[in-house]
Protein backbone atom coordinates (compact mmCIF):
# COMPACT_ATOMS: atom_id res chain seq x y z
CA UNK A 1 0.00 0.00 0.00
CA UNK A 2 0.90 3.28 -0.91
CA UNK A 3 2.38 5.27 2.26
CA UNK A 4 0.21 8.19 1.66
CA UNK A 5 -2.96 6.07 1.63
CA UNK A 6 -1.51 4.27 4.50
CA UNK A 7 -1.85 8.15 5.99
CA UNK A 8 -4.96 9.06 4.81
CA UNK A 9 -6.72 6.01 6.15
CA UNK A 10 -5.19 6.98 9.96
CA UNK A 11 -6.07 10.24 9.53
CA UNK A 12 -9.92 9.51 9.16
CA UNK A 13 -9.41 6.97 11.83
CA UNK A 14 -8.18 9.66 14.29
CA UNK A 15 -11.00 12.11 13.16
CA UNK A 16 -13.57 9.25 13.73
CA UNK A 17 -11.99 8.92 17.92
CA UNK A 18 -11.75 12.26 18.42
CA UNK A 19 -15.52 13.26 17.52
CA UNK A 20 -16.08 10.25 20.82
CA UNK A 21 -18.76 8.08 19.31
CA UNK A 22 -18.39 4.99 21.83
CA UNK A 23 -19.75 1.73 20.66
CA UNK A 24 -21.16 1.56 24.36
CA UNK A 25 -23.80 2.98 24.66
CA UNK A 26 -23.32 5.14 21.23
CA UNK A 27 -23.96 2.63 19.22
CA UNK A 28 -25.66 0.10 21.06
CA UNK A 29 -28.04 2.67 21.73
CA UNK A 30 -28.48 3.17 18.15
CA UNK A 31 -29.00 -0.82 17.31
CA UNK A 32 -31.45 -0.99 19.96
CA UNK A 33 -33.86 1.47 18.77
CA UNK A 34 -33.65 -0.31 14.64
CA UNK A 35 -33.95 -3.98 16.23
CA UNK A 36 -37.07 -2.58 18.56
CA UNK A 37 -38.10 -1.10 15.44
CA UNK A 38 -38.40 -4.64 13.55
CA UNK A 39 -39.37 -6.60 16.24
CA UNK A 40 -42.75 -4.37 16.32
CA UNK A 41 -43.21 -4.58 12.69
CA UNK A 42 -42.78 -8.53 13.02
CA UNK A 43 -45.59 -8.57 15.96
CA UNK A 44 -47.79 -6.13 13.62
CA UNK A 45 -46.85 -8.23 10.49
CA UNK A 46 -47.65 -11.67 12.40
CA UNK A 47 -50.69 -10.23 14.61
CA UNK A 48 -52.31 -8.54 11.49
CA UNK A 49 -51.30 -10.28 8.05
CA UNK A 50 -50.51 -13.50 9.17
CA UNK A 51 -49.04 -16.10 7.04
CA UNK A 52 -51.05 -18.02 4.42
CA UNK A 53 -52.03 -21.80 6.22
CA UNK A 54 -51.25 -24.97 3.41
CA UNK A 55 -53.77 -26.98 3.44
CA UNK A 56 -53.29 -29.65 6.35
CA UNK A 57 -51.36 -32.60 5.24
CA UNK A 58 -52.90 -35.16 3.01
CA UNK A 59 -51.13 -38.37 2.43
CA UNK A 60 -53.92 -39.07 -0.29
CA UNK A 61 -53.17 -36.02 -2.29
CA UNK A 62 -51.04 -37.34 -4.62
CA UNK A 63 -51.11 -33.44 -6.50
CA UNK A 64 -49.31 -31.78 -3.82
CA UNK A 65 -46.12 -29.83 -5.00
CA UNK A 66 -43.61 -29.71 -2.10
CA UNK A 67 -41.32 -27.07 -2.17
CA UNK A 68 -38.69 -25.84 0.64
CA UNK A 69 -38.89 -22.30 1.71
CA UNK A 70 -37.84 -19.80 -0.85
CA UNK A 71 -34.52 -19.37 0.55
CA UNK A 72 -33.43 -22.88 0.24
CA UNK A 73 -34.82 -22.90 -3.55
CA UNK A 74 -31.31 -22.39 -4.91
CA UNK A 75 -29.73 -25.38 -3.14
CA UNK A 76 -32.69 -27.36 -4.39
CA UNK A 77 -32.63 -26.56 -7.53
CA UNK A 78 -29.27 -27.09 -8.04
CA UNK A 79 -30.20 -30.99 -6.56
CA UNK A 80 -31.70 -31.69 -10.01
CA UNK A 81 -28.66 -31.63 -11.96
CA UNK A 82 -26.72 -33.95 -9.62
CA UNK A 83 -28.28 -38.00 -10.35
CA UNK A 84 -29.45 -39.47 -7.81
CA UNK A 85 -26.98 -41.98 -7.00
CA UNK A 86 -24.29 -39.42 -6.12
CA UNK A 87 -26.73 -37.03 -4.53
CA UNK A 88 -24.73 -36.61 -1.46
CA UNK A 89 -22.17 -34.80 -3.78
CA UNK A 90 -24.74 -32.37 -4.65
CA UNK A 91 -26.38 -32.16 -1.16
CA UNK A 92 -23.22 -32.10 0.61
CA UNK A 93 -19.69 -31.91 -0.94
CA UNK A 94 -20.16 -29.12 -3.68
CA UNK A 95 -22.02 -26.76 -0.98
CA UNK A 96 -19.49 -27.30 1.56
CA UNK A 97 -16.93 -26.41 -1.07
CA UNK A 98 -18.27 -23.78 -1.94
CA UNK A 99 -18.73 -22.55 1.53
CA UNK A 100 -15.23 -22.92 1.94
CA UNK A 101 -14.23 -20.79 -0.84
CA UNK A 102 -15.87 -17.84 0.57
CA UNK A 103 -14.35 -18.79 3.83
CA UNK A 104 -10.86 -18.94 2.13
CA UNK A 105 -11.59 -15.87 -0.09
CA UNK A 106 -9.79 -12.71 2.55
CA UNK A 107 -6.42 -15.26 1.89
CA UNK A 108 -6.85 -15.79 -1.79
CA UNK A 109 -7.24 -11.94 -2.58
CA UNK A 110 -4.93 -10.42 -0.23
CA UNK A 111 -5.16 -7.47 -2.34
CA UNK A 112 -5.18 -4.45 0.65
CA UNK A 113 -7.14 -1.39 -1.53
CA UNK A 114 -10.92 -1.52 -0.65
CA UNK A 115 -12.04 0.16 -4.38
CA UNK A 116 -14.16 -2.59 -5.68
CA UNK A 117 -12.13 -1.92 -9.07
CA UNK A 118 -9.15 -3.21 -7.31
CA UNK A 119 -10.16 -6.33 -5.82
CA UNK A 120 -11.44 -7.90 -9.26
CA UNK A 121 -10.20 -11.45 -7.66
CA UNK A 122 -12.69 -11.53 -4.71
CA UNK A 123 -15.58 -9.58 -6.58
CA UNK A 124 -15.19 -12.40 -9.46
CA UNK A 125 -15.64 -15.31 -7.07
CA UNK A 126 -18.26 -13.62 -4.94
CA UNK A 127 -20.45 -12.49 -8.10
CA UNK A 128 -20.55 -16.00 -9.54
CA UNK A 129 -21.92 -17.33 -6.05
CA UNK A 130 -24.53 -14.56 -5.84
CA UNK A 131 -25.45 -14.66 -9.00
CA UNK A 132 -25.54 -18.35 -9.24
CA UNK A 133 -27.35 -18.14 -6.36
CA UNK A 134 -30.26 -15.91 -7.67
CA UNK A 135 -30.16 -17.51 -10.95
CA UNK A 136 -31.09 -20.90 -10.08
CA UNK A 137 -33.64 -19.27 -7.18
CA UNK A 138 -34.96 -18.12 -10.24
CA UNK A 139 -34.85 -21.11 -12.09
CA UNK A 140 -36.49 -22.73 -9.21
CA UNK A 141 -39.67 -20.52 -9.29
CA UNK A 142 -40.44 -20.81 -13.02
CA UNK A 143 -40.12 -24.39 -13.38
CA UNK A 144 -42.18 -25.11 -10.30
CA UNK A 145 -45.72 -27.22 -12.04
CA UNK A 146 -48.41 -25.02 -11.20
CA UNK A 147 -50.57 -26.59 -8.17
CA UNK A 148 -53.49 -28.07 -9.00
CA UNK A 149 -56.13 -24.48 -9.69
CA UNK A 150 -58.78 -24.05 -7.20
CA UNK A 151 -61.73 -25.20 -9.07
CA UNK A 152 -63.93 -23.73 -7.67
CA UNK A 153 -63.50 -20.76 -4.51
CA UNK A 154 -66.77 -19.20 -3.38
CA UNK A 155 -69.48 -21.67 -1.77
CA UNK A 156 -71.76 -21.05 -4.77
CA UNK A 157 -69.36 -22.13 -6.81
CA UNK A 158 -68.46 -25.49 -5.04
CA UNK A 159 -72.00 -26.26 -4.88
CA UNK A 160 -72.64 -25.76 -8.43
CA UNK A 161 -69.38 -27.62 -8.83
CA UNK A 162 -70.21 -30.42 -6.36
CA UNK A 163 -73.75 -30.89 -8.41
CA UNK A 164 -72.44 -31.16 -11.54
CA UNK A 165 -69.80 -33.92 -10.09
CA UNK A 166 -72.86 -35.37 -8.67
CA UNK A 167 -74.64 -35.39 -11.69
CA UNK A 168 -72.16 -37.42 -13.96
CA UNK A 169 -71.23 -39.31 -11.20
CA UNK A 170 -73.33 -40.47 -9.35
CA UNK A 171 -77.19 -40.20 -10.43
CA UNK A 172 -77.16 -43.76 -12.60
CA UNK A 173 -76.79 -45.47 -9.86
CA UNK A 174 -78.05 -43.58 -6.53
CA UNK A 175 -80.42 -40.96 -8.79
CA UNK A 176 -81.04 -37.59 -8.73
CA UNK A 177 -81.82 -37.04 -5.41
CA UNK A 178 -79.83 -39.95 -3.83
CA UNK A 179 -83.09 -41.49 -3.26
CA UNK A 180 -81.72 -45.09 -4.46
CA UNK A 181 -84.12 -47.91 -5.88
CA UNK A 182 -83.26 -50.07 -8.68
CA UNK A 183 -80.47 -49.69 -10.59
CA UNK A 184 -81.05 -49.77 -14.39
CA UNK A 185 -79.23 -49.48 -17.14
CA UNK A 186 -75.32 -50.11 -15.27
CA UNK A 187 -73.52 -52.86 -16.15
CA UNK A 188 -72.99 -55.73 -13.03
CA UNK A 189 -75.40 -53.91 -10.67
CA UNK A 190 -78.59 -54.44 -12.83
CA UNK A 191 -81.73 -54.58 -10.52
CA UNK A 192 -79.47 -54.02 -7.49
CA UNK A 193 -81.78 -52.43 -4.81
CA UNK A 194 -80.06 -49.14 -3.79
CA UNK A 195 -80.75 -47.56 -0.67
CA UNK A 196 -81.17 -44.11 -0.09
CA UNK A 197 -78.05 -42.26 0.79
CA UNK A 198 -80.22 -38.70 1.18
CA UNK A 199 -82.22 -40.11 3.56
CA UNK A 200 -81.94 -38.55 7.75
CA UNK A 201 -80.76 -42.12 8.69
CA UNK A 202 -77.96 -42.20 6.11
CA UNK A 203 -77.54 -38.31 5.83
CA UNK A 204 -77.48 -37.42 9.78
CA UNK A 205 -75.37 -39.90 11.20
CA UNK A 206 -72.56 -39.38 8.22
CA UNK A 207 -70.12 -36.68 9.06
CA UNK A 208 -68.35 -35.19 6.08
CA UNK A 209 -65.56 -36.63 6.43
CA UNK A 210 -66.81 -40.65 6.43
CA UNK A 211 -68.96 -39.54 3.10
CA UNK A 212 -65.65 -37.83 1.56
CA UNK A 213 -64.12 -41.49 2.40
CA UNK A 214 -66.59 -43.41 0.94
CA UNK A 215 -66.42 -41.55 -2.40
CA UNK A 216 -62.50 -41.67 -2.30
CA UNK A 217 -62.01 -45.37 -1.60
CA UNK A 218 -65.33 -46.81 -2.47
CA UNK A 219 -67.36 -50.05 -1.06
CA UNK A 220 -66.28 -52.23 -3.78
CA UNK A 221 -67.43 -55.16 -2.60
CA UNK A 222 -70.93 -53.78 -2.49
CA UNK A 223 -70.37 -52.39 -5.76
CA UNK A 224 -69.71 -48.70 -5.07
CA UNK A 225 -66.95 -47.95 -7.34
CA UNK A 226 -63.84 -46.04 -5.63
CA UNK A 227 -63.44 -42.17 -7.16
CA UNK A 228 -60.20 -40.55 -5.92
CA UNK A 229 -57.49 -40.30 -7.98
CA UNK A 230 -55.33 -42.20 -5.74
CA UNK A 231 -58.11 -45.38 -6.04
CA UNK A 232 -58.14 -45.19 -9.53
CA UNK A 233 -61.19 -42.69 -10.13
CA UNK A 234 -60.79 -39.45 -11.85
CA UNK A 235 -61.90 -36.86 -8.92
CA UNK A 236 -59.58 -34.72 -7.20
CA UNK A 237 -59.48 -34.20 -3.74
CA UNK A 238 -61.43 -30.62 -4.09
CA UNK A 239 -63.75 -32.50 -6.04
CA UNK A 240 -64.67 -34.30 -3.49
CA UNK A 241 -65.03 -32.36 -1.32
CA UNK A 242 -67.24 -30.15 -3.42
CA UNK A 243 -69.52 -33.05 -4.24
CA UNK A 244 -70.09 -33.58 -0.20
CA UNK A 245 -70.40 -30.35 0.62
CA UNK A 246 -73.27 -30.60 -2.07
CA UNK A 247 -74.97 -33.50 -0.84
CA UNK A 248 -74.24 -32.09 2.53
CA UNK A 249 -76.58 -28.67 1.87
CA UNK A 250 -78.72 -30.66 -0.31
CA UNK A 251 -80.05 -33.37 1.53
CA UNK A 252 -78.98 -32.87 4.81
CA UNK A 253 -82.33 -30.21 6.47
CA UNK A 254 -80.16 -29.22 9.68
CA UNK A 255 -77.61 -26.86 7.71
CA UNK A 256 -79.12 -24.27 5.49
CA UNK A 257 -77.17 -23.10 2.21
CA UNK A 258 -76.17 -19.39 2.26
CA UNK A 259 -78.99 -17.66 0.03
CA UNK A 260 -76.40 -16.52 -2.46
CA UNK A 261 -75.21 -19.92 -3.11
CA UNK A 262 -78.84 -21.36 -2.88
CA UNK A 263 -79.45 -19.96 -6.84
CA UNK A 264 -76.21 -21.77 -8.38
CA UNK A 265 -78.05 -25.29 -8.40
CA UNK A 266 -81.61 -24.61 -8.48
CA UNK A 267 -83.95 -24.94 -11.42
CA UNK A 268 -85.68 -21.54 -11.79
CA UNK A 269 -88.80 -22.05 -11.43
CA UNK A 270 -91.09 -21.05 -14.76
CA UNK A 271 -93.59 -18.17 -14.15
CA UNK A 272 -97.00 -18.96 -16.02
CA UNK A 273 -96.24 -16.68 -18.97
CA UNK A 274 -92.54 -17.41 -19.10
CA UNK A 275 -91.03 -19.36 -22.24
CA UNK A 276 -87.69 -21.79 -20.74
CA UNK A 277 -84.70 -21.68 -22.67
CA UNK A 278 -81.65 -24.18 -22.95
CA UNK A 279 -79.28 -21.89 -21.54
CA UNK A 280 -81.54 -21.23 -18.13
CA UNK A 281 -83.47 -24.33 -17.50
CA UNK A 282 -83.03 -27.07 -20.09
CA UNK A 283 -79.29 -27.18 -19.67
CA UNK A 284 -79.85 -27.58 -15.52
CA UNK A 285 -82.10 -30.17 -16.04
CA UNK A 286 -80.14 -32.14 -18.11
CA UNK A 287 -77.36 -32.10 -16.32
CA UNK A 288 -79.50 -33.21 -13.30
CA UNK A 289 -81.07 -35.75 -14.39
CA UNK A 290 -79.99 -37.28 -18.03
CA UNK A 291 -76.33 -36.06 -18.32
CA UNK A 292 -75.31 -38.93 -16.05
CA UNK A 293 -76.15 -41.53 -19.02
CA UNK A 294 -76.12 -38.97 -22.18
CA UNK A 295 -72.76 -38.37 -22.14
CA UNK A 296 -69.90 -39.92 -24.64
CA UNK A 297 -69.17 -43.70 -23.81
CA UNK A 298 -72.60 -44.46 -21.99
CA UNK A 299 -75.12 -46.81 -23.82
CA UNK A 300 -77.32 -43.94 -24.76
CA UNK A 301 -78.80 -44.45 -28.31
CA UNK A 302 -75.65 -41.95 -29.36
CA UNK A 303 -77.76 -39.85 -28.26
CA UNK A 304 -75.56 -36.69 -26.05
CA UNK A 305 -77.00 -33.78 -23.78
CA UNK A 306 -73.55 -31.96 -23.18
CA UNK A 307 -74.54 -29.09 -25.39
CA UNK A 308 -77.44 -27.50 -27.20
CA UNK A 309 -76.17 -28.63 -30.49
CA UNK A 310 -75.83 -32.24 -29.08
CA UNK A 311 -79.34 -31.75 -27.64
CA UNK A 312 -80.41 -31.17 -31.36
CA UNK A 313 -78.74 -33.05 -33.77
CA UNK A 314 -77.30 -36.28 -32.00
CA UNK A 315 -78.77 -39.68 -31.50
CA UNK A 316 -79.48 -42.73 -33.22
CA UNK A 317 -83.70 -41.14 -33.59
CA UNK A 318 -82.06 -37.76 -34.14
CA UNK A 319 -84.56 -36.39 -36.50
CA UNK A 320 -87.04 -37.53 -33.74
CA UNK A 321 -86.31 -36.43 -30.34
CA UNK A 322 -86.89 -32.69 -30.89
CA UNK A 323 -89.23 -31.57 -33.02
CA UNK A 324 -90.36 -27.82 -32.55
CA UNK A 325 -93.65 -27.36 -31.75
CA UNK A 326 -94.52 -31.10 -31.21
CA UNK A 327 -95.56 -33.45 -28.15
CA UNK A 328 -94.61 -36.19 -30.17
CA UNK A 329 -91.29 -35.93 -29.93
CA UNK A 330 -89.73 -38.48 -28.83
CA UNK A 331 -87.92 -37.16 -26.08
CA UNK A 332 -91.21 -35.97 -24.86
CA UNK A 333 -92.76 -38.95 -25.15
CA UNK A 334 -89.76 -40.66 -23.34
CA UNK A 335 -89.88 -38.21 -20.53
CA UNK A 336 -93.72 -38.98 -20.09
CA UNK A 337 -92.82 -42.56 -19.13
CA UNK A 338 -93.55 -43.95 -22.49
CA UNK A 339 -91.64 -46.05 -24.18
CA UNK A 340 -91.41 -46.14 -27.90
CA UNK A 341 -91.60 -48.82 -30.34
CA UNK A 342 -90.36 -48.92 -33.69
CA UNK A 343 -92.57 -50.81 -36.58
CA UNK A 344 -92.11 -54.49 -35.32
CA UNK A 345 -93.86 -53.65 -31.80
CA UNK A 346 -90.15 -53.54 -30.43
CA UNK A 347 -89.16 -51.22 -27.73
CA UNK A 348 -86.11 -48.66 -29.35
CA UNK A 349 -86.42 -46.35 -26.35
CA UNK A 350 -87.28 -46.79 -22.47
CA UNK A 351 -89.03 -44.05 -20.67
CA UNK A 352 -86.53 -41.36 -19.46
CA UNK A 353 -84.64 -41.34 -16.99
CA UNK A 354 -85.46 -44.87 -17.25
CA UNK A 355 -84.55 -45.08 -13.18
CA UNK A 356 -87.41 -42.41 -11.71
CA UNK A 357 -89.73 -39.73 -13.44
CA UNK A 358 -89.03 -36.10 -12.94
CA UNK A 359 -90.85 -34.01 -11.47
CA UNK A 360 -94.30 -32.85 -13.25
CA UNK A 361 -93.13 -29.38 -12.82
CA UNK A 362 -89.86 -30.31 -15.01
CA UNK A 363 -91.52 -32.37 -17.58
CA UNK A 364 -93.94 -29.24 -17.96
CA UNK A 365 -90.59 -26.91 -18.53
CA UNK A 366 -89.46 -29.12 -21.21
CA UNK A 367 -92.72 -29.49 -22.84
CA UNK A 368 -93.20 -25.27 -22.95
CA UNK A 369 -89.77 -25.46 -24.24
CA UNK A 370 -90.18 -27.82 -27.26
CA UNK A 371 -94.25 -26.30 -28.13
CA UNK A 372 -92.08 -22.88 -28.11
CA UNK A 373 -89.66 -24.27 -31.12
CA UNK A 374 -86.31 -24.86 -28.29
CA UNK A 375 -85.10 -20.91 -28.17
CA UNK A 376 -80.98 -21.56 -26.99
CA UNK A 377 -80.42 -18.44 -25.00
CA UNK A 378 -82.52 -16.87 -22.23
CA UNK A 379 -82.82 -13.70 -24.86
CA UNK A 380 -84.02 -15.57 -27.66
CA UNK A 381 -86.99 -16.96 -25.23
CA UNK A 382 -87.56 -13.58 -23.88
CA UNK A 383 -87.98 -12.40 -27.99
CA UNK A 384 -90.70 -15.01 -28.18
CA UNK A 385 -92.50 -14.30 -25.02
CA UNK A 386 -92.70 -10.47 -26.28
CA UNK A 387 -93.94 -11.59 -29.61
CA UNK A 388 -96.62 -14.13 -28.09
CA UNK A 389 -97.83 -11.09 -25.94
CA UNK A 390 -98.34 -9.25 -28.88
C1 LIG B 1 -71.90 -47.98 -10.28
C2 LIG B 1 -72.90 -47.57 -9.31
C3 LIG B 1 -72.52 -46.47 -8.33
C4 LIG B 1 -72.05 -45.23 -8.60
C5 LIG B 1 -71.73 -44.62 -9.94
C6 LIG B 1 -71.92 -44.56 -7.32
N1 LIG B 1 -72.30 -45.39 -6.31
FE1 LIG B 1 -72.38 -44.94 -4.33
N2 LIG B 1 -72.88 -46.86 -3.91
C7 LIG B 1 -73.14 -47.83 -4.85
C8 LIG B 1 -73.42 -49.08 -4.16
C9 LIG B 1 -73.75 -50.39 -4.85
C10 LIG B 1 -73.30 -48.79 -2.78
C11 LIG B 1 -73.44 -49.76 -1.61
C12 LIG B 1 -74.82 -50.30 -1.46
C13 LIG B 1 -75.69 -49.52 -0.55
O1 LIG B 1 -75.16 -48.90 0.39
O2 LIG B 1 -76.93 -49.47 -0.76
C14 LIG B 1 -72.98 -47.38 -2.67
C15 LIG B 1 -72.82 -46.72 -1.46
C16 LIG B 1 -72.66 -45.35 -1.34
C17 LIG B 1 -72.65 -44.60 -0.10
C18 LIG B 1 -72.75 -45.21 1.26
C19 LIG B 1 -74.10 -45.63 1.59
C20 LIG B 1 -74.06 -46.17 3.01
O3 LIG B 1 -74.71 -45.57 3.84
O4 LIG B 1 -73.35 -47.14 3.25
C21 LIG B 1 -72.50 -43.29 -0.41
C22 LIG B 1 -72.43 -42.13 0.57
C23 LIG B 1 -72.37 -43.20 -1.84
N3 LIG B 1 -72.49 -44.46 -2.37
C24 LIG B 1 -72.17 -42.03 -2.52
C25 LIG B 1 -71.89 -41.97 -3.88
C26 LIG B 1 -71.49 -40.78 -4.56
C27 LIG B 1 -71.34 -39.41 -3.94
C28 LIG B 1 -71.28 -41.14 -5.86
C29 LIG B 1 -70.77 -40.25 -6.98
C30 LIG B 1 -69.46 -39.71 -6.81
C31 LIG B 1 -71.55 -42.55 -5.98
N4 LIG B 1 -71.91 -43.01 -4.77
C32 LIG B 1 -71.50 -43.25 -7.18
C33 LIG B 1 -73.12 -47.71 -6.22
C34 LIG B 1 -72.68 -46.58 -6.88
C1 LIG C 1 -79.69 -44.27 -16.40
C2 LIG C 1 -79.28 -43.77 -17.69
C3 LIG C 1 -80.14 -42.75 -18.42
C4 LIG C 1 -80.62 -41.54 -17.95
C5 LIG C 1 -80.44 -40.96 -16.54
C6 LIG C 1 -81.28 -40.91 -19.05
N1 LIG C 1 -81.22 -41.71 -20.16
FE1 LIG C 1 -82.02 -41.28 -21.98
N2 LIG C 1 -81.27 -43.04 -22.70
C7 LIG C 1 -80.62 -43.99 -21.96
C8 LIG C 1 -80.38 -45.16 -22.78
C9 LIG C 1 -79.69 -46.43 -22.34
C10 LIG C 1 -80.91 -44.87 -24.07
C11 LIG C 1 -80.94 -45.79 -25.29
C12 LIG C 1 -82.31 -46.29 -25.54
C13 LIG C 1 -82.80 -47.19 -24.44
O1 LIG C 1 -82.12 -48.12 -24.06
O2 LIG C 1 -83.90 -46.90 -23.93
C14 LIG C 1 -81.47 -43.53 -23.97
C15 LIG C 1 -82.09 -42.88 -25.01
C16 LIG C 1 -82.65 -41.64 -24.93
C17 LIG C 1 -83.27 -40.95 -26.03
C18 LIG C 1 -83.36 -41.45 -27.45
C19 LIG C 1 -82.13 -41.07 -28.22
C20 LIG C 1 -82.14 -41.58 -29.64
O3 LIG C 1 -81.71 -40.81 -30.51
O4 LIG C 1 -82.52 -42.74 -29.84
C21 LIG C 1 -83.72 -39.75 -25.57
C22 LIG C 1 -84.44 -38.69 -26.37
C23 LIG C 1 -83.39 -39.70 -24.17
N3 LIG C 1 -82.74 -40.85 -23.80
C24 LIG C 1 -83.70 -38.64 -23.34
C25 LIG C 1 -83.34 -38.58 -22.02
C26 LIG C 1 -83.62 -37.43 -21.18
C27 LIG C 1 -84.32 -36.17 -21.63
C28 LIG C 1 -83.12 -37.72 -19.95
C29 LIG C 1 -83.16 -36.84 -18.71
C30 LIG C 1 -84.43 -36.34 -18.34
C31 LIG C 1 -82.52 -39.04 -20.02
N4 LIG C 1 -82.68 -39.52 -21.29
C32 LIG C 1 -81.91 -39.67 -18.96
C33 LIG C 1 -80.22 -43.89 -20.65
C34 LIG C 1 -80.52 -42.83 -19.81
Not at 83 to 111: C, M, Q, S, Y
Request: hydrophobic share 40%; aromatic share 10%.
Amino acid sequence: MKEEQKKAYKRKYEQAKRKGVKFWPDIIYKDLLVSFGIFILLVGLAAFVGVAVEPKADPSDASYVPRPEWYFLFLFEFLKFVPGKIEWIGTFVLPVLVILVLFALPFLDRNPLRHWKNRLTGISIMGVVVLGMVGLTVRSVLTTPKKEEAVASTIQEKYALGEDLYSVNCVECHGPDGEGGVIAGVEGLEGVDLKSISSRDEIYTRSDETLAAIIDYGQQDQGMPPFGLAYGGELKKSEIDALVMYMRYTWDDRVELPSDAASAGAIPELSAEEIPSYEVHISRLAKRYCISCHRPGKENNNYLMGSYQEMLTSGDNADHNLIPGDLDSYLILAINGQSILDENGEEIIQRMPPTKMMKEEYIHIFEVWVLNGMPETASDAEALTVQGQE
